[in-house]
């Protein structure tokens, strides 16, 4: 259970915050509601939290954090650059716990395991982009997983041998995302820069995940559009839009 | 205009009673808004790739959001089309009922499916009350910016 008075504690009684036991999603919930900017729907138990590509995401009651951020404002050239800015973020508000990396373009891992997930969804209406929701799904306490994720995931408990507050670290995040985006928004904010300090895998040896074909690169970095930089097998520099970097190689 | 004036510019905005602003020159064009209505701010430089509209439109608010895309695709008569690249999905996960199927009556706003590019997951609403005529899109299959997806009849 979210205790909302503890949240306003760190955070301050002008954020508003949807706090649900139970969702179906919260990505679903802030897209189909009428919200203002930086409204924050809170959920101890997603019943069907989609991860990319509908995976659903492993969802223990209370132990972790699963929330949605509306996100007004963004040109929809801004998504990508925003899915990315955002894992910094979530990085920066880690940082006192774990060192937790980007593995592009929407996973946080420790250790080449997956921390958090994060995923953005938007609506568009005849054309027009019409609302942008940030969604974040972190392993706060949980303790263990299922067997078939249990090597590739991982929680703050299991890295640390700490149990958190969940109010905390999201006031935490919170503030940072409001005291950064409007310098994000207006272009302040060179995520092309700030990537070899986030990446999980900068100059390492990755699988792109496509199409069920594997293909091995050496990762480089990332344009300012969001797309990711790695070298093939030959040498030559390539701009990947789409598909996965697989946990093959993370550790 | 460079970053700093640009913020110095939004927040003298902010502090007064202006609810709309524009300015142009022969590099750039801004406009500012704290209507309810429109994106809070669009501002844009003229070399950027994203730039649609002429620098001399009209500056009604509606046609702010037509910078934040290649112009918008007209839903031209009974067609919905794809407003980005990417891949069209009828179903919110895989093995999931989907969102709408032919036939169907739907309201305003209702997501009709899910069009996932750069990974981010992009659902497209009804624009209008509608029937669907003819599902285009295949699932799992990509789309092209301004390809059909739907057939549908007006309600």
Known sequence: MIDVSAYSKYYGKNGNLVYLEEIDSTNAYAVANDLEQFTCVVADI??????????????????????????DGLDSSQLLPMNIFAGYLLSDTLKHMTEAKIKWPNDMTVNGKKLAGILMETSFSGGVLEKVVLGIGLNVNCTSFPDEINDIATSLFLETGVKYEREQILAS????????????????????????????????????????????????????????????????LKTIITGDIGYDFCR | MNIKEMKDLIKYIEKSDIKEFQYENEQESIYISKMDDVQQVVAQPQYAPMQSAPAHAPAAPAAAPAAEAPAAPKASGNEVVSPIVGTFYAAASPGAAPF?????????????????????????EAEYDCKIVKIVGQNGVPVEFGETIFVVEPL
């Open chain 1, 173 to 236: 995040f919170m503030t940072n995302l409001k005291s950064s985006f409007e310098a994000f928004r207006t272009g302040g904010v060179d995520i092309v820069k700030l990537w070899p300090y986030y990446s999980a895998l900068l100059d390492k040896k990755i699988t792109i995940h496509k199409d069920g074909v594997k293909t091995e690169y050496t990762e480089k970095g990332i344009d300012g559009t969001g797309c990711l930089l790695a070298l093939d097998k030959s040498g030559s």
């Open chain 2, 100 to 124: 709408v199927k032919e036939g169907d009556a739907v309201k305003k706003g209702q997501t009709l499916c899910i069009v996932e590019a750069m990974k981010i997951m992009n659902e497209i």
């Open chain 1, 46 to 71: 997603q019943t069907a939290g989609r991860g990319r590509s509908g995976r659903v995401w492993h969802s223990e009651t209370d132990a972790n954090l699963y929330f949605s951020i509306v996100i």
